[in-house]
């Protein structure tokens, strides 16, 4: 896993601190998700947990180019778009741990982690369900006079539903201040993106709605990081959305009972060898003169915190019998 950077050119960064921030991100969902798959495999916390590491680039490049008042909805592959966002990990892996220090009181889990105060409308296990959600958070933003941008994660396994063609469609029409991100990571399930999803890639679909449909390596947080400003910069425009697709992989199963048989390990492998995490960090020490030190000190602030967050959701109760009937409606 020593991704090479060699033959490439050296190109122009973000500032220091958005880079720093940028590999912090992509460490904290890495450690958050291999923690909680050992806590899994421990038994000391039970539910589906679907991981999202391979993909941390794209999820971190996309959520860089926003403000804390932009909104993002996200899928039953949430944890490292709420992490990207600036969600709390103590707080989502109470959430994980079914505790009731969690987000929603620990009676979500996984797949329901919401923030409104940043922005994170919540993830969803309906496959598709966050495209005409985030159609509805673009009108009202529009409504209101805001600037506010509202960015949707969906899979490749979203592309052929009715809600992607339907939101889209609404979006485009009403010009709405929406980014679409289909994070093509290969597989829906154990379905292959192109048998289920017709033509050349999902971008493609831009032309059909009238609007941009860009194509960008998801392994590369920078390149996500550039295409996901030049979408943002038009939504506050005024232009209306975007459709980028950010071509990525799972390394994981679909869910942490999935053992991915349906993969060549050399896919896998060959994957592996652009790591998102390792590929940046070779790009920081080589060409952006960050030492590696300064580096290891945020693995280890990660490392640290990760390690807080597991004691701080362990040691939270359980939500009480009496809360089961707390939060069925908003109110
Ligand atoms: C409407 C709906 N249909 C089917 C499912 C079952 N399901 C859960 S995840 C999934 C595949 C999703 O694939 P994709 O959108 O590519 O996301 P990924 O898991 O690859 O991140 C399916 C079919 C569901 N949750 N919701």
Redesign the pocket.
């Known amino acids: 896993m020593t991704p090479s950077l060699r033959g490439r050119d050296r190109r122009a960064l973000p500032g220091r601190e958005t880079v720093l921030g940028m590999y912090q991100r992509m460490m904290l969902i890495r450690r958050f998700e291999e923690v909680a798959e050992d806590m899994f495999r421990q038994a000391r916390m039970r539910g589906a947990l ?1 991981f999202y590491i391979g993909e941390e680039a794209s999820g971190v490049g996309v959520c860089a180019a926003l403000r804390d008042s932009d909104f993002i909805t996200s ?3 949430g944890h490292g778009h709420c992490i990207a966002k600036g969600g709390q990990v103590d707080r989502m892996m109470a959430e994980l741990f079914g505790r009731s220090t969690g987000y929603c009181g620990g009676k979500g889990g996984s797949m329901h982690i919401a923030d409104l105060d940043i922005g994170i409308l919540g993830a969803n ?4 369900a966050g495209i005409p959600i985030a159609a509805g958070a673009g009108l009202g933003s529009k409504l209101r006079g805001e600037d506010a941008v509202t960015v949707c994660f ?5 592309g052929p ?1 009715g809600a992607f063609h339907e939101g889209v469609n609404f979006a485009a029409v009403q010009k709405l201040p929406v980014i679409y991100v289909c ?1 093509n ?1 290969q ?3 154990a379905t292959r ?1 192109d048998q289920a999803n017709a033509g050349p890639s999902i971008a493609g679909r831009g032309d059909a709605y009238g609007i941009p449909g860009v194509v960008v390596d998801g392994q590369d947080v920078i390149a996500v990081y550039e295409a996901a400003s030049e979408a943002v910069a038009r939504a506050r425009a005024g232009a209306g959305p975007t459709l980028i697709e950010s071509f990525t992989y ?1 390394y994981k199963g ?1 869910t942490v009972h999935d053992m991915a048989g349906y993969r060549s390990r050399e896919e896998l492998e060959e994957w592996m060898q652009r790591d998102p995490i390792y590929r940046f960090r070779t790009e920081l020490t080589d060409f952006a003169g960050i030492a590696g030190e300064e580096l290891d000190a945020i693995d280890a602030e990660v490392e640290a915190e990760v390690a807080a967050a597991v004691e701080f959701a362990e040691s939270s109760p359980f939500p009480d019998v009496a809360a089961i009937e707390e939060d069925v409606y908003a109110s």
Do not use: L
């Open positions: 679907h899928t039953h592959r296990g309906i496959v598709g969906f899979g490749d396994g979203a539903t994070e990571n597989y829906g399930m993106a799972r679909h």
